[in-house]
């Protein structure tokens, strides 16, 4: 009789091991960590023929933070299920460092300056993809002489908009303007390699980059298209 109870332990403990959700401050720390090197670069706004500014975001909230959306947890007798998610905003200082240095390096690399023709690019961005949502949930089974766990992590972007308006100026007089946006096409990512919730949310993070990098040059393109 004891040994089927030990069991019954064991695997209670297991599956709250499997389960575990962690506070939204720790979760919080795992994104700071990875993004502190980020938000904390200066980057140049401007050289002799772009700016690129980001005044119109003064107003936005600039802090990283994270909040808790679902925390459901039923520990039934033989049946136990979770649902568990936070909601993250990188706030908007990181994509813009991000976004900032992408823009002059794809300038560089399709020779805007040439296409300006002595022209000046001012470029203000307005608005930023910034924020996903980090989800564990899962179930299991206890039987007398084991458990089954099932369950998932995965990780959802905003799929929300980089928008920028933009001026062409000749001179110091105003010839064009415009407004862009680009929307976030990221897809929801699963840890299908079983990485710890810190390193599939940092993997996350670096592939966040480099999509807003790619709507960094599509706004560049589509301005390129409309001199």
Known sequence: ??????????????????????????????????????????????????????????????????????????????????????????????????????????????????????????ISIKKVPSSFTYTQKGMALIFIIGYSVQGQEVIYPSNDELVVSYRILNNGSETKRGTITVRETGQPVSNRKLKSAKKFTWAYIDDYYGDIQGMSKSVLNQIVAEI
Request: hydrophobic letters at 40%; glycine letters at 4%.
């Open 1 to 122: 009789m004891m040994r089927p109870l030990i069991t019954i332990v064991i695997s209670l403990f297991l599956i709250i091991a499997l389960s575990g959700c962690f506070s939204v401050e720790k979760y919080n720390n795992f994104i700071k960590e990875k993004t502190g090197i980020i938000k904390a670069q200066s980057a140049p706004d401007s050289n002799d023929y772009l700016t690129v500014k980001s005044d119109a975001m003064m107003d936005a909230d600039s802090s990283l933070h994270s909040k808790k959306v679902k925390n459901s947890f039923i520990p039934a007798i033989l049946y136990w299920q979770w649902n568990y998610s936070i909601e993250s905003n990188l706030g908007h200082n990181v994509p813009v460092n991000v976004i900032r240095p992408a823009i002059f390096n794809y300038a560089e690399s399709i020779s805007l300056k040439d296409k300006l023709n002595g022209k000046h690019l001012e």
